[in-house]
């Protein structure tokens, strides 16, 4: 369907009506302090929030054996006892449009050292225009901005007229486990959309990404015989080196994976954590260290894990108590897939026209150096995965903060596009 | 008095009685995990065993306000909850010797991770003439060594004929400041005997020791954009070059510093502990790491900071992101100075004699690269204080051990020399 101008102006007019009430609930949200292994709470306060708007909720904790063998898992080194997912569905009283599922993870990056934010991460605040809070943008805005969708269509006396599924995922940050889980329990539509906060784009394409852990082991001495021992702490340094090499080869590859061939340095590795040793006079005998580096779409995980493992041995063989004693990698995390949106253009299409009508101008589509849980519905199961959303800085940094401006706007071309996607029933 | 040769061997002879018995204390000492903030009841243990003999005991939880003015106080960032001091005092009836201190530490260095021990660190075991465990050589063997000895001449019916006290103390592995309580509370000796693992030799010189931490901060960003942010665990780096830097130029004074000219790199800098990031996926804005650097006797502590924090602060200097915010360098532990035995010739002539009578050779006497507490007695009382004990493998180190053979000979030489020292009387 074509929405008529005023049924437009209506929709758009009704997120206004309810914009205070997102953006309350938005902060809710926020005041859960859902990081890994702690993300139950606030997704029984989803299943409550999706129950009271009269969706069906389907409540689950993620069983890993149901999962590992599928294409996109991501091996787990911890418990999933508070990993629950859970999933809203209304389905219309006869499907007339397309079906969608719109996704948006719960999950949180930690929140580091208190000290370094203005105000506590996990007590929402709004100052000039912006919501400040771990997980504000990302994505709680987005994720209470489904619900705000679709309260703003049965505000007006509407329903989408076809199956519409709200998401709220955990493990996004890590593994992505969280939306393949959804894709074992059979949840499928004609095209997703995941309001990550993209400033007010459409990823076009996402990189993959792997995690992995480095663990050296030293000699431990007495520092009184420091020399003769190795530091495993410093014998760290080079191996780091040598990733930061293999980082820069790769970057140097982008011409051959479009649409990266115009990204600058579209590969980035990350050393995120290190830790080693005990007490300042031993010698450290073990260092352990956590890397976060960027694939390309249709680079291969296997073929880049080779590549990896033969430069830290490379890097190991010059040191020579390394030698003897190569470090041990361990994948612990993200084993994700790059992704191209593809065969989704009457999607995007779609999408753009919303947010024409809502912004003023064409809907700009990025190539993204992170990853996000599209990849499952665009590669694993044939579902267009448009990820769009509003505008936020300081992701996984201190006094991260979302501009409710842009969420308002970006919750109206939402809105939209549920309306014409799915088609609207009355209530 | 000089020991007639027929009680010389009956001393010997009386030690070697109670080995059996000295292992099976060495070995319970060895059992309590007395690492720092848990050395409480260890304590109690030693208490115990010091009041079995008839000792005075005087038990006291440091009290850092009662020693902090003092000469050798070393600054501490934690709890002395449990950190309790342990004095058996014997009187004799008439003091007609010369008073003696003997000194151990109950505390011991963390273990580190457990799958790098053949055996648990807390669970001693002997094999081939040597007791495994942590602390067992340093320096519960010295210690349980000091009980012995007292029991050799005890079990002969002899007991000193001056004062003596077997101290057992906290904190000589990061500050000192249990030997500094003992000094404040008033203990003092015509000299001091201190049984740490020293490869059955004495310590004529040790060098002193000097902890710090360095907070290095960065730029928070999410990984996608890392070149935007600084990582503050990489930042560490090029400040830890530096450091060896300074740790070189240290070495290359040493013929200024006697008796540490003709000693091979003396100085030793050693990276213990390194913290940093929080997820793989953040660029980590926090980085903290642990230092340890030896100083020469007569180095001042003062000066010594101040090349210290000037080092860090150029090669800050040369990062754009750290010369806007430079790292924060706290003193967390060590404040020790080196200190040389001087003024103790009769005592050391003594013990040497006792040496030779066990081993049938010189005692060796070595300048360390490391610290003990006996700066503490040399330095702020005028005690001179002798450093000498068995021989152990791995201190700080996975599978510590000490050689049983070893604190037998150490064990007679010493109860020799508390005979000889202090005189002896009847029971």
Chains 1, 2 share one sequence.
Not at 180 to 186: D, I, M, N, Q, S
Request: glycine share 10%; net charge negative.
């Amino acid at each position: 369907m074509m929405l008529n101008s005023e049924l437009a102006t209506a929709i758009m007019n009704s997120v206004d009506a309810g914009f205070d009430e997102q953006v309350a609930l938005t902060a809710e949200l926020v005041k859960f302090p859902s990081v890994r292994g702690a993300e139950h709470t606030a997704q029984d306060f989803v299943a409550s929030a999706l129950r009271e708007r009269g969706l069906a909720v389907d409540r689950w904790r993620i069983d890993i054996d149901a999962i590992r063998h599928m294409p996109g898992f991501s091996p787990v080194h911890v418990e999933y006892d508070n990993a629950f997912n859970v999933v809203g569905s209304h389905r219309p009283r006869s499907a007339k449009g397309r079906s969608l599922i719109l996704n948006g993870h719960i999950d949180v990056v930690p929140v580091g050292p208190l000290d370094m934010w203005t105000t506590p991460p996990f007590a929402p605040r709004i100052e000039d225009g912006w919501l400040y809070g771990r997980g504000g943008g990302d994505m709680k805005a987005g994720l209470a901005g489904c619900l705000a969708g679709i309260d703003a269509l049965a505000r007006l006396g509407y329903r989408p007229a076809a199956d519409l599924h709200i998401q709220s995922v955990v493990e996004e940050e890590c593994t992505g486990n969280g939306a393949l889980a959804c894709l074992e329990r059979g949840y499928r539509a004609d095209a997703a959309l995941i309001p990550e906060p993209m400033w007010n784009q459409l990823i076009r394409a996402q990189v993959g990404v792997l995690w992995f852990q480095v663990r050296v082991r030293g000699v431990p001495v007495h520092v009184r015989e420091a020399r003769a021992g190795a530091n495993a702490i410093e014998a760290a340094f080079p191996i780091i080196e040598a990733l930061h090499g293999l980082e820069e080869a790769w970057n140097t590859r982008r011409e051959h994976y479009p649409p990266y061939e115009t990204v600058e340095h579209p590969i980035n590795l990350n050393i995120g954590r290190i830790e080693g040793g005990d007490w300042p006079s031993s010698v450290p005998a073990w260092c352990v260290f956590d890397v976060r580096v960027a694939i390309y779409p249709g680079q291969e995980i296997a073929a880049a894990k080779r590549e990896i493992e033969a430069t830290i041995r490379d890097a190991a063989r010059a040191n020579r108590f390394l030698a003897n004693n190569p470090p041990e990698i361990v994948y612990h995390g993200f084993e994700a897939e790059g992704y191209v949106l593809k065969d989704g253009e009457e999607a995007v299409a779609l999408l753009g026209r919303a947010h024409r009508q809502v912004f003023g101008e064409a809907l700009a589509e990025i190539a993204t150096t992170g990853t996000t849980d599209a990849r499952f519905f665009g590669l694993y199961a044939g579902i267009p995965a448009l990820v769009y959303g509003p505008n936020a800085d300081s992701i996984h940094g201190f006094d991260e903060r979302v501009e409710l401006e842009s969420v308002r706007r970006c919750t109206q071309a939402m809105a939209l596009f549920i309306a014409e996607w799915c088609g609207l029933e009355k209530v």
